[in-house]
């Protein structure tokens, strides 16, 4: 087929690479009207065989019409509040646009705004960030949704014990519709991982830190890969060659591209690619101080410089180029070098020694906003704001509650199964202490002596054994990291999440509880019976449950190892000061430590339910002492509670816990933000009207405060 789409010629020392179809470039780039006729469509505009079958199936119709992502934005300025009450600009006054068939690359140093503008274009910024200008998504001013977009972060969140095909067909079961055959499901699986090169280590784990896995840059691909795996429409990443080495970088960003060509939005931060990553860029954004230095067709780039009289030299990288023009850091380099001789052989030469790189982006800045590339971007951005194209509603996941819940169930079990610090290696130290136990209160009979010591035996156990549960802690926060990779995306409900990880847990810790406690309770010798036995085992489950479940209310809003360690065992240490054996029932301070802490504690129930299933029935000292005695003038037990009430109190402390673990979830997301929001808006609104009072005292001033006055923070 004859080459009709030559690309424009750029002025780079490298030649263009063609590395796709010319055919692929040949993407419906018209914006159509929701209410324009679609009758005579053979297929959804700009959408992939299995894209176009996804969307019929989330919404059950046929024709709908161009359903590509118009991405604009004008005049997009965002500020920050510094811990002074300062506003700083981190994004000033952007404008440019992303649309079907090409692939939008944002470039600049660090510290330029890559990673704001782009999480400001997917409406992920901080509550306590303002925001100023429109970003407008098929020329409406809408909130980006589940399902419509999808962005691809810096760290590769996966669970390390899972294959490549595991991870990925785990993430489509909780996506794709349930009614979808299974063929299907394993043909869009195939193809995926097909697509993004993963075939060799299909079956190879992802790795942690007992178990070797694949390389840096197959996890990069794999993050990509369960993100495109649905398809959406719109696609952020955030600097997806990252760590990786030159030739996965290439393919990486040519799977993007395909993407683009395949009639997705692509809109990725890059650091510095290589001349043949630049290569393959459609749009090319680039920043310095949060303002635009170029935005247009990347192959460009080269001859905006040089007319701005900033050649690329040649065989240099062109991007290597732009950023050397822009980055600050080089000054000092150049400070450095000045006397050596190759400085001095150049100066005459290179316009960059001529010139501080403040001056160079300033000339750039002028440049740039006389030039026809940002007379065209303003044109463009009015043309795609002009049409109301059609509505992305949120599509998310498309399979059902249970089906997320089963999901999540299986995948967090054979997790905990082979990962051997999850609940094996606990085990093998809970069998280690029960043993230590057992030994040191060996038949401990029912002596005079034995009264104390089937008391401590108690308290030991229920207190300092159950205390050892918080060495999950660390896996706890590794699932909430994946979980948030996740649900950030629409995969999955929060009430499924919690669900799934409860039920996958309760296996472990039953086995856990029900070996520790054989252990104990017949090496010990307490008192006799199955049913005793019985009550003694689910006092052990539910305890360690309450534990499980405590833990991971602090892991969902203490995301630090050794902070979440030492918050769960603060709180723990306090539960067993008041469990009623370190101080007795009624000796305990009443406001506060007995009301209500002590009834908040689970040891305190556990303890006295154990109490009353070891020593009532028994006698001691030669049947002089009954062990009713001991419950209640020894030990100050309430006797008219039983010790099933004690039992059902901790069960229902598990699912209490549980509970709060949902509610500080929605909190984080919903509450804490709004919260933050609310807190830089009185900070902005105190320092407005301390300008206001000045203002009125002496003459009006510029100030940054007045700038941030038509600004909105955003909720």
Not at 297 to 323: I, K, V, W, Y
Not at 388 to 407: C, D, N, P, V, W
Not at 491 to 506: D, E, T
């Amino acid at each position: 087929m004859g080459n009709n789409n030559k690309q424009p010629s750029s002025g780079c020392p490298y030649p263009p690479i063609n590395t796709f179809h010319e055919a692929a470039a040949a993407v419906p780039h018209t914006i159509l009207s929701v209410e324009g006729s679609t009758k005579n469509a053979s297929h959804l505009g700009g959408l992939s065989p299995l894209s176009e079958s996804l969307w019929k199936i989330s919404t059950d119709t046929k024709n709908l019409g161009d359903v590509s992502a118009w991405l604009a934005w004008n005049n997009l300025t965002v500020k920050v509040l510094n811990h002074k009450g300062e506003t700083l600009t981190v994004l000033d006054s952007l404008t440019g646009y992303a649309g079907p068939g090409d692939f939008t690359a944002i470039m600049g140093p660090s510290g330029s705004g890559k990673s704001t503008l782009l999480d400001a274009l997917a409406g992920r910024l901080a509550s306590t960030t303002m925001q100023s200008g429109t970003v407008k998504l098929n020329g409406r001013k809408r909130k980006l949704c589940y399902g419509a977009a999808a962005y691809v972060t810096q760290e590769d969140n996966l669970i390390g014990t899972l294959t490549v095909r595991e991870t990925i067909t785990y993430s489509a079961k909780l996506r794709l519709p349930d009614r979808m055959p299974k063929y299907e499901k394993l043909n869009i699986i195939d193809g995926v991982i097909s697509e993004m090169g993963l075939q060799d280590c299909a079956d190879t784990p992802i790795g942690n830190w007992h178990m070797r896995g694949v390389s840096g840059g197959e996890k990069r691909r794999v993050s990509i890969a369960i993100e495109i795996l649905m398809r959406p429409r719109l696609l952020f990443l955030d600097e997806p060659t990252s760590g990786l080495d030159s030739a996965s970088a290439f393919f990486v960003t040519q799977t993007l591209r395909n993407l683009a060509l395949d009639g997705r939005t692509v809109i990725a931060s890059i650091h510095q690619p290589s001349s043949e990553v630049f290569e393959l860029f459609g749009k090319l954004f680039l920043l310095s101080g949060g303002k635009t230095i170029y935005f247009g067709q990347a192959s460009e780039a080269c001859n905006f410089f040089a007319s701005a009289g900033f050649p690329c030299p040649t065989m240099r990288n062109p991007s290597d180029h732009f950023l050397r023009c822009i980055n600050s850091d080089f000054d000092r380099v150049h400070a450095t070098l000045k006397s050596s001789f190759r400085i001095r052989e150049h100066e005459a030469v290179d316009p960059l020694d001529r010139f501080s790189t403040g001056q160079v982006i300033n000339i750039l800045l002028d440049a740039y906003q006389t030039s026809e590339y940002a007379l065209q971007a303003a044109a463009k951005v009015h043309e795609i704001t002009q049409v109301k194209g059609t509505i992305l509603e949120s599509s998310g996941s498309q399979a059902s509650f249970f089906m997320q819940a089963y999901t999540l169930t299986k995948r967090s079990y054979i997790n905990m199964f082979r990962d051997v610090g999850y609940y094996w290696l606990r085990l093998v130290i809970y069998i280690l202490v029960s043993l230590c136990v057992g030994t040191i209160y060996y038949k401990v009979g029912t002596g005079y002596n034995a009264i104390l010591a089937r008391g401590s035996c108690g308290a030991f156990i229920f207190g300092f054994v159950t205390f050892m549960s918080i060495g999950g802690f660390p896996s706890f926060v590794e699932d909430m990291k994946v979980f948030q990779r996740e649900r950030l995306n629409g995969h999955y409900g929060v009430v499924a999440f919690v669900i799934g990880n409860s039920l996958s847990s309760s296996p472990f810790l039953l086995l856990i509880s029900v070996i520790s406690s054989a252990i104990c309770y017949f090496m010990v010798g307490l008192h006799p019976g199955f049913v005793h036995f019985f009550y003694f085992a689910m006092g052990m489950y539910a305890s360690v449950m309450v534990v499980e479940g405590m833990m991971m209310a602090i892991a969902s809003v203490v995301p630090n190892f050794l902070m979440g360690i030492i918050t769960g065992a603060g709180i723990q240490g306090m539960f067993m000061l008041v469990a009623g054996y370190f101080r007795l029932p009624q000796d305990i301070p009443k406001p506060v430590w007995k009301y209500p802490v002590s009834y908040l504690s689970f040891d305190f129930w556990a303890l006295q339910g154990q109490y009353q299933n070891d020593l009532l029935g028994l006698t001691f000292d030669n049947g002089t002492i009954t062990g009713e005695y001991l419950v209640k003038e020894v030990f100050q037990i309430d006797m008219n509670r039983s010790k099933w009430v004690n039992l059902f109190v901790i069960f229902a402390m598990v699912v209490i816990y549980r509970i709060v673990f949902l509610l500080m979830i929605k909190m984080k997301e919903n509450v804490m933000p709004w919260a933050r929001g609310r807190l830089a808006r009185r900070t902005l609104n105190r320092r407005m009207s301390t300008l206001h009072s000045t203002s009125k005292q002496g003459p009006a001033t510029t100030s940054p405060v007045r700038e941030s006055l038509p600004i909105m923070i955003r909720r």
